[in-house]
C-alpha cells in the first residue's frame, strides 16, 4: 500500500523559513515525479514545485520561484520544499503528490501539513 505523509506545517512568522518534508513508502520513488502543491480554502490546487524521478530537473511557479527549492531524495524516499522568505500569501495546505512514469494517470498524494504566515 502506497502511503506519503507530509510533515514540517506551522505557524510562522512574515519573513521566516521552513522546511517540509514528505516521506513515502509502498513506491519506488525514482519512477515518480513528485510536486507540491498548496490549496486555500474556496481555491483550486496549485503546483507550486515539481521534480523528475531522478532529481536532477525542478519547476516552480512564478509566485514562489527563488524562495522555495524542491528536493527529492531517492534513497530515503524523501521529498523535502524548503520555504524561505514566507509571507502571508504563503499560507496553505500543502500537499506532497508523486506521479508516475509508467503508469499513465497513476498518482499519489499525502493529507498535506498546514502552513500558516502570519504576525
Known amino acids: 500500500q502506497v502511503s506519503l505523509v507530509e510533515s514540517g506545517g506551522t505557524l510562522v512568522q512574515p519573513g521566516g523559513s521552513l522546511r517540509l518534508s514528505c516521506v513515502g513508502s509502498?513506491?519506488?520513488?525514482?519512477?515518480?515525479?513528485m510536486n507540491w502543491y498548496r490549496q486555500t480554502p474556496g481555491k483550486e490546487r496549485e503546483l507550486v514545485a515539481a521534480v523528475t524521478g531522478d532529481g536532477s530537473t525542478t519547476n516552480y511557479a512564478l509566485s514562489v520561484k527563488g524562495r522555495f527549492t524542491i528536493q527529492k531524495i531517492n534513497s530515503k524516499n524523501t521529498l523535502y520544499l524548503q520555504m524561505n522568505s514566507l509571507n502571508p500569501g504563503d499560507t496553505a495546505m500543502y500537499y506532497c503528490?508523486?506521479?508516475?512514469?509508467?503508469?499513465?494517470?497513476?498518482?499519489?498524494w499525502g493529507r498535506g501539513t498546514q502552513v500558516t504566515v502570519s504576525s
Open positions: 509502498g513506491l519506488i520513488f525514482k519512477d515518480y515525479a
Open positions: 503528490n508523486a506521479l508516475s512514469y509508467e503508469h499513465y494517470g497513476l498518482e499519489y
